[in-house]
């Protein structure tokens, strides 16, 4: 049946379906529907010169508020929070040009007054798939009511299992499980697990148990260095690797792009440089390379394009 409705939609430019959204970059052509999550890249290099393009996804940090305490959380600690209306502009802005998609982060952002509105928005206003990553906790039967139909996919973090997620997380591993039976039926979903001495010999039992809760992607974070802990160490990573390449279950397993190498990725679009494929927004409306980057640049009153024009021209300045 939805082979038979994408055939009979209306086209849009050049014979694409609508719905479709459609990126021309000097590499080619990438279109990508937010309804499916289908991504097709068409490598026919273009002659003539692209409009400037925003990033094919952004992040925003809508609040720095977390009401967990995990001591390897690399967010800032300090004030900050977006109001609704300056990012459903910047999404509008991200939209025209060429943008695929938002995801909406923090700190914990269904602790914004207002979260389940926004996604609505943005997904009203936009052709942007619309995400966003939680501790899982806030999404109750009421909020997912409120966000099903307004986002496209759920990140949750779980970072290990049982006693371990416990201890790490402090809240109850039993109410998580709880939650994931609920957002299942909201929108297709993923799980996030921080990868450090105490998560990656759990990294398997980690990954049976978002199979099982319907979970359709397991995506591994490094631990990133805070002035409070370190980075992932060599022994660690070590056992990622190696859990990496035995891992045959059902789910796509991706990796946190955090400059770790000699492990298997493979870029979405051969070729594309990292500010045309992904950057951030801060809390406090700064646009950053991505979450972990020291620079950044704040966003103006001209928009982001503006603000990204001059990220790109800093090169690593920034």
């Known amino acids: 049946?939805?082979?038979?409705?994408?055939?009979?939609?209306p086209a849009g430019p050049a014979g694409v379906p609508a719905g479709i959204k459609t990126r021309r970059t000097a590499l080619g052509t990438h279109l990508f529907d937010r309804r499916?999550?289908?991504?097709?890249?068409i490598d026919q290099p273009r002659a003539d010169e692209p409009a400037p393009l925003a990033p094919?996804?952004?992040?925003?940090?809508?609040?720095?508020?977390?009401?967990?305490?995990?001591s390897y959380c690399y967010a800032p600690k300090t004030p900050g929070r977006h109001d609704s209306a300056i990012v459903v502009s910047w999404a509008k802005e991200l939209d025209a040009h060429g943008c695929?998609?938002?995801?909406?982060?923090?700190?914990?952002?269904?602790?914004l007054?207002?979260?389940?509105?926004?996604?609505q928005?943005?997904?009203?206003?936009?052709?942007?798939?619309?995400?966003?990553?939680t501790?899982?906790?806030?999404?109750?039967?009421?909020?997912?009511?409120?966000?099903?139909?307004?986002?496209h996919f759920i990140r949750i973090s779980m970072d290990g299992v049982g006693q371990t997620y416990e201890r790490l997380r402090g809240r109850s591993f039993?109410?998580?499980?709880?939650?994931?039976?609920?957002?299942?039926?909201?929108?297709?979903?993923?799980?996030?697990?921080?990868v450090n001495e105490w998560t990656v010999r759990e990294l398997g039992q980690v990954a049976d148990v978002a199979a099982r809760a319907g979970a359709r992607e397991l995506l591994l974070l490094p631990q990133q260095p805070t002035a409070r802990r370190h980075g992932i160490d060599d022994v660690a990573l070590s056992e990622m690797r190696s859990w990496l390449h035995r891992y045959r279950g059902p789910l796509a397993v991706t990796l946190g792009a955090t400059g770790i190498e000699g492990l298997p990725a493979i870029a979405p679009v051969p070729g594309e440089q990292p500010l045309e494929a992904y950057a951030h927004i801060t809390a406090d409306g700064v646009l950053k390379r991505t979450s972990y980057h020291a620079g950044g640049l704040p966003i103006g009153k001209d928009g982001v394009m503006a603000a990204l024009s001059v990220l790109q021209a800093a090169g690593a300045t920034l």
């Open 113 to 119: 007054a207002g979260f389940p509105e926004l996604c």
């Open 121 to 133: 928005l943005v997904a009203a206003q936009t052709g942007l798939a619309v995400t966003f990553t």
């Open 1 to 9: 049946m939805a082979a038979e409705s994408e055939q009979s939609a």
């Open 36 to 41: 499916t999550g289908m991504n097709l890249f």
């Open 56 to 70: 094919r996804q952004v992040s925003v940090a809508l609040t720095n508020a977390c009401d967990l305490r995990c």
């Open 100 to 111: 695929f998609g938002v995801g909406f982060g923090g700190g914990e952002p269904t602790l």
């Open 174 to 194: 039993g109410a998580l499980l709880d939650r994931l039976a609920v957002v299942r039926d909201v929108a297709p979903f993923g799980i996030n697990v921080v």
């Open 135 to 151: 501790h899982g906790h806030h999404l109750t039967a009421s909020l997912c009511s409120q966000l099903a139909g307004a986002v």
